[in-house]
């Protein structure tokens, strides 16, 4: 069987097709959604998920979330004493999924499909299926998340050719999509959409209300667990208002409580800048995409944030008709990856389907220019397969020397939007000899071919200098050798990671530890009676004792966490 992963900046989720319904698995925890967020406690053991979630706010220098913003890049994190690059990190969130499979599902999962952002260049797709293998999966295929998104809504059981635009508002990023699917083939005809607004940025919205409305004293202000304890208010705040018109809001303030009533109306208002922000990127990637909104067959909302009503009004505004959405649109991608997954295992199914990739950054050679005052400018970027270009592609442009007599040109390609190519990232390059001539005499084309592996072919060719030469660029940076996987596959299994059977437990434990630092007085010393006492039971290990304490534990926070976040 092959299962199908969202591998999500803020949350990662594992769904797999049940008698061929697409259908999320359950957590250890018993919800769906692993927030991918990875942290190193103490003693060096690692957590993973609701867990790691909750050390964010109690010990945020051991603890890393949207990790999968560094994807691609040699940045490394570090966690108490270790140092982990963004695929290992990934790595430890796929390899609780594929535990969270395993358990549910009684058998070895291996085989899966990981989706990712249509925008992400072939180094951070690389960067994904190595995060794939370092956690002992075979990575079938990377599908992008709106295609995946569009295969949920059905996109390829239409009989009639059909354009989807995918709004995916998640965490931390807003991504839209225009797809198409022609004489069965589906194609990506544009991405767009803006990589740092998000859900969080909701939220963030509600702390800056929340501290007008209720202000702290500077003291209280400046305490970091105020400020976490600011922004847990905030987020439970935000996702209640999708469901009510308005929500109680306690903080604390000196010794006492302030209680704020924020009504859903004053809420919007506090976002209405953020909304407007989503209007823009829809426009560019229709015009990228050379449609408008009445040639869409479809828009389908996709990412959490998208449950907040304000949000679905925009889009229904902006489009003149209701999205479609999924119940839960946060479960989406990683459904549509199940269906993916279920053609690719079917490989019958799948050959109708071919996914074509759109090069998500224009690719194109330096070049200099006469500027027409007697001087040279260098350094312009000539864009060769420009952005949102369809997969394979290939493309030339002839260059012409500059100066009298030059007998030497450089060709450098690059990978970017920028003007200048120095502010461009820098793929590969070569020199060439060539006779001397008078400026403009001699001709060389460069030839850029893309495919969908991501392997950018540079043909360069000459009649004059009588040159032929080829440059094949597999990657952006880094290439991983298979010694190296190994290697570090060998690391990240040495790790000690949180035993699963005692997953539940820690679980309650670190929300424990979070209200203990964000509640005051009596029920803060709640709080820390409970530590005790359910430390003591675990320290009999009666399993069955143990259980039924955890239990009433978890009910017992669940009451003060709803009676007050603070
Ligand atoms: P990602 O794609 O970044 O992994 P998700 O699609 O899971 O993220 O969306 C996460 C975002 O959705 C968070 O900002 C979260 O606060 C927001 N969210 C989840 N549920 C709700 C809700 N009921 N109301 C408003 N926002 C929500
Ligand atoms: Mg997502």
């Known amino acids: 069987m092959v299962l199908g992963i969202d591998l999500g900046t803020t949350n990662s989720l594992i769904a797999c097709l049940r008698d061929g319904v697409p259908t999320p698995i359950p957590t250890v925890h018993g919800g769906y959604l692993t927030p991918s967020v990875v942290s190193v406690d103490q003693d060096d053991v690692v ?27 040699t940045e490394e994190v570090r966690l108490g004493s270790r140092r982990f690059r963004a695929e290992d990190l990934s790595a430890l969130v796929l390899r609780s999924l594929k535990a969270d499979a395993e358990a549910y599902l009684q058998a070895p999962v291996t085989e899966v ?16 299926r190595l995060a794939g293998e370092l956690a002992g999966l ?30 995916d508002l998640g965490g931390g990023t807003f991504d839209v999509s225009i797809l198409e699917r022609f004489s069965g083939v589906m194609e990506v005809r544009a991405t767009g959409g803006d990589s740092f607004l998000g859900g969080d940025d909701f939220t963030e ?145 799948f050959e109708e389907l071919v996914l ?3 090069c998500p950054h224009s690719l194109g050679t330096a070049v200099a220019e006469r500027d027409g005052q007697g001087g040279i400018m260098s350094d312009l970027f000539l864009p060769i397969i420009e952005r949102n270009t369809v997969v394979p592609a290939s493309r030339v442009r002839t260059l012409f020397t500059i100066n009298d007599q030059q007998t030497r040109l450089r060709i450098d390609i690059y990978q970017g939007e920028a003007r200048l190519c120095s502010k461009n990232t820098h793929l590969g390059g070569l020199e060439l000899s060539v006779p001397p001539r008078k400026a403009g005499e001699v001709r060389v084309d460069v030839r850029l071919t893309y495919d969908v592996n991501g392997i950018l072919d540079v043909d360069i060719d000459s009649e004059e200098a009588g040159v032929k030469r080829n440059l094949v660029i597999k990657k952006l940076a880094g290439e991983v050798s298979d010694d ?67 239990g009433e534990f978890a009910r017992a926070l669940d009451g003060l966490e709803r009676g007050s976040p603070w």
């Open 138 to 167: 075979t990575v079938r295929r990377l599908i992008n998340e709106p295609t995946a998104a569009a295969l949920l809504h059905g996109i390829h059981e239409r009989d009639i050719d059909s354009k989807f635009l995918v709004f």
């Open 113 to 128: 499909v990981i989706s990712v952002p249509a925008y992400f260049n072939d180094q951070q797709r690389k960067a994904t």
């Open 47 to 73: 957590l993973v998920g609701e867990a790691a979630r909750e050390r964010l706010f109690t010990d945020p220098l051991r603890t890393a979330g949207s990790f999968k913003r560094l994807m691609g890049s």
């Open 356 to 358: 074509a990739d759109v």
């Open 484 to 550: 190296e996987i190994e290697r570090r596959r060998r690391e990240l299994a040495a790790l000690r990671i949180h035993p699963r059977d005692e997953d539940e437990n820690r679980l309650v434990l670190e929300r424990a530890e979070r209200l203990f630092e964000q509640l005051l007085g009596a029920e803060r010393e709640r709080v820390g009676d409970y530590l005790k006492q359910f430390t003591l039971i675990l320290e009999r290990q009666d399993p069955h004792e143990i259980r039924v304490a955890r």
């Open 205 to 349: 919205a509600l702390v800056q209300w929340i501290g007008k409305a209720a202000p702290a004293d500077a003291r209280a202000a400046a305490d970091p667990s105020y400020r976490a304890a600011l922004r847990f208010a905030a987020e439970t705040a935000k996702r209640e208002l999708s469901t009510h018109t308005q929500w109680d809001v306690e903080m604390p303030r000196g010794a006492s409580r302030a209680r704020v009533t924020l009504t859903l109306a004053e809420y919007e208002l506090a976002c209405a800048r953020l909304v407007e922000r989503l209007r823009a990127p829809i426009e560019r990637a229709l015009r990228d995409a050379r449609l408008r909104t009445t040639d869409l067959d479809e828009i389908v909302l996709v990412g959490g944030a998208t449950r907040m009503p304000m949000v679905r009004r925009l889009a229904a505004q902006l489009f003149g008709r209701l999205p479609a959405r999924h119940p839960d649109p946060d479960q989406t991608i990683a459904l549509g990856a199940a269906v993916a997954a279920g053609l690719v295992a079917r490989d019958a199914a």
